[in-house]
């Protein structure tokens, strides 16, 4: 039923555009979240930053259920490897197994850190939240990204204590990706910028490969997320969410 709406949906938008109507803001965030969106996922993925030191590479597994629930563990290089997270609503766990064996608790505006000297935040890597709920957009034009054409859309936050209180998108008009993205503070200072420079296909919807994130206020070539593999119907146990699966 759920599927058949969305089919409904995307059919009403696309005979809108074809009669000259330009879709919504909220129009396209449906169509964006429901590429980006998942109930539930477990994925592998690559870090390559692109540091003042040097290029540095760092693998993991990610557990990600609804919008409150996922687990990261690291799996290489071999001094980040047994490294873990869990985050449960707006708590967030670190696990250093050594020389420490400790959990450390992050929460608050910690959460907005960066992990491991990247330019992705904690948040940024364990959100899987609906920008429809988040955001109120508006389409202010149409400009072209790599070649694709684009919606440029403003978007500006209609809830309390987020990230990223305001940003600028351009979304791809056929695949419904948000291809480059410009993230500002409330005041208006710019903090992230980020580009999808490599997408493929998860079933019947499009997702972003490789990632380019760049954070503004640190210096460095930025930070390459690369989703090596992807999978959308895993059983994933209660016990995966939970501190002590941190020490296991």
Not at 192 to 213: A, G, H, S
Request: net charge positive; hydrophobic share 35%; aromatic share 10%.
């Amino acid at each position: 039923m759920r599927k058949k709406l969305i089919l409904i949906f995307m059919n009403l938008l696309f005979g809108a555009m074809i009669y000259g109507q330009a879709p919504s803001g909220a129009d396209i965030l449906k169509l964006v979240d429901k590429n980006l969106v998942f109930d539930k996922a477990q994925t592998v993925t690559t870090m390559i930053i692109h540091g003042r030191s040097g290029t540095r590479s760092i693998q993991s597994k990610n557990w990600i259920e609804g919008k409150d629930k996922a687990f990261v563990e690291y799996t290489d290089p071999p001094r980040e490897k047994g490294k873990k997270m869990l985050k449960l609503e707006d708590q967030l766990w670190n696990y250093i197994p050594e020389p420490t064996d400790r959990i450390i608790t992050i929460s608050g505006h910690l959460l907005r850190q960066s992990v491991m000297g990247s330019d992705l935040s904690y948040e940024d890597i364990t959100e899987n939240k609906k920008l429809i709920d988040m955001y109120n957009a508006k389409v202010t034009g149409s400009e072209k990204i790599s070649g694709r054409d684009c919606f440029v859309l403003d978007l500006t936050a209609k809830v309390d204590d987020i990230n990223y209180y305001s940003r600028k998108v351009w979304v791809d008009k056929e695949r419904w990706l948000p291809l480059k993205e410009e993230r500002y503070a409330k005041g208006g200072k710019p903090l992230k910028r980020t580009e999808i420079l490599e997408v493929f296909q998860v079933e019947n919807r499009w997702y972003p490969k490789r990632v380019l994130y760049h954070d503004l206020l640190q210096t460095g070539d930025g930070t390459e997320y690369i989703i090596e593999s992807i999978n959308t119907h895993v059983n994933i146990p209660e016990s995966q969410f939970t501190k002590a699966a941190l020490k296991k």
